[in-house]
Structures are given as structure tokens and as C-alpha cells.
T-cell receptor, first 110, second 112 residues
């Protein structure tokens, strides 16, 4: 059974700083997802990582996947207030089932 | 526009009063599922469907029912809602084996 753990669960950071959110998963997962959720909104897909060593970048966010360590990271570079949101990672179990981490609430302070 | 549509967006109901949350997708996706989101727990799968007339339990199915009579629709039924089913619910759909899942806007349910 796939289990996904994120840390930290809450992150308060200053604008302009860098930080990393970690996502560990327990068993083999076909792929690893990162989603963003704004308050009261649905989930917005950020990245889908399909293979070991995969790295994807969009703006100030970069995600990577290490399947041997069963670890994915979401790195935030020079944070801005607009990045404040809740970030989820999710693994895929037997086909299309997504197993989510608890989420990381990110607050960027100016 | 490709989308997953849930209704209603907000619902307050009383314990024991049957309710249905509808979910419809216009992308001809085979796979549909329901998740509930609770603080500190992320999203957990309630039920899923691989195709018409094929449904199965997810991780937290107790107190819920689903049906898949048509490919585009996947309603979530609470026969006798209880306060512990107060949550934010999401419907999602995808092509079988596809990498991308599409989520509905969410339904915030409060059971008093």
C-alpha cells in the first residue's frame, strides 16, 4: 500500500528566500505529481514526474524525483507572495489512483 | 472546454437526510473517482470507477455510494449523512492509464 509523507506541513518564509518541500513515498509509484491549491479552489496540476532523475521547472518552482530514494522535492527559488498556497504531492497506485500527502501550507511574507 | 463539473458547490444538510453530489466530465474519460479532503490528511479516495457499471471502493468508502450508469456521470450518494462526513469533496477524471487527472471545483459539505 502506497503511503506518501510530506514535510514540512507548514512553511512560513520571507520573500526572496529559497526553500524545499520534501515528499517521501513508501513503495514503487509509477509517477509523482505536484499540485497547488489556493484557498477554496480546486487542485491545479504543477508537475508530473515520470522517471528517476526527472526534473521539471516552471517559474520559481522546480520539482525532482529520485525513485531509488523514493523522494521527490519541490524547490522554491526567491519566493514571492503569489506562491502562497497549499502544495500537495501525490503518487500513483495501481493505475489511476492517486495517493496524496497531507499537504504543505506555504505562506510567503513580504 | 474540457472540464469536470460538480454540483452543488456548497451544501449544508442535516444528519440523516439523503443527498447526492453530481459529477460530470466532457472528456470521454474512462476513469472517475471521488476524494474527500480533510485538514492534515490530504485527499483520500472514496470510490472509483474504471468504466460504465464498474465501480470499486477506495480507502474511505464507509457511508458513501456511487453509480456509473453513463460514462460522463459519476454521482456520489450519501444515504444517511453524519457530521463526520463534513468535508470538501472532489471528483476527478482521467483516461485509463493516463498521467493527468482533471479535478472538479469541489463541493463543500456540512452535515449538522
Amino acid at each position: 500500500e502506497l503511503k506518501v509523507e510530506q514535510n514540512p506541513l507548514f512553511l512560513s518564509m520571507q520573500e526572496g528566500k529559497n526553500y524545499t518541500i520534501y515528499c517521501n513515498y513508501s513503495t514503487t509509484s509509477d509517477r509523482l505529481y505536484w499540485y497547488r491549491q489556493d484557498p477554496g479552489k480546486s487542485l491545479e496540476s504543477l508537475f508530473v514526474l515520470l522517471s528517476n532523475g526527472a526534473v521539471k521547472q516552471e517559474g520559481r518552482l522546480m520539482a525532482s524525483l529520485d525513485t531509488k530514494a523514493r523522494l521527490s522535492t519541490l524547490h522554491i527559488t526567491a519566493a514571492v507572495h503569489d506562491l502562497s498556497a497549499t502544495y500537495f504531492c501525490a503518487g500513483a497506485e495501481y493505475g489511476n489512483k492517486l495517493v496524496f500527502g497531507a499537504g504543505t501550507i506555504l505562506r510567503v511574507k513580504s | 472546454e474540457a472540464q469536470v463539473t460538480q454540483n452543488p458547490r456548497y451544501l449544508i444538510t442535516v444528519t440523516g437526510k439523503k443527498l447526492t453530489v453530481t459529477c460530470s466530465q466532457n472528456m470521454n474519460h474512462e476513469y472517475m473517482s471521488w476524494y474527500r479532503q480533510d485538514p492534515g490528511l490530504g485527499l483520500r479516495q472514496i470510490y472509483y470507477s474504471m468504466n460504465v457499471e464498474v465501480t470499486d471502493k477506495g480507502d474511505v468508502p464507509e457511508g458513501y455510494k456511487v453509480s456509473r450508469k453513463e460514462k460522463r456521470n459519476f454521482p456520489l450518494i450519501l444515504e444517511s449523512p453524519s457530521p463526520n462526513q463534513t468535508s470538501l469533496y472532489f471528483c476527478a477524471s482521467s483516461l485509463a492509464g493516463a498521467t493527468e487527472a482533471f479535478f472538479g471545483q469541489g463541493t463543500r459539505l456540512t452535515v449538522v
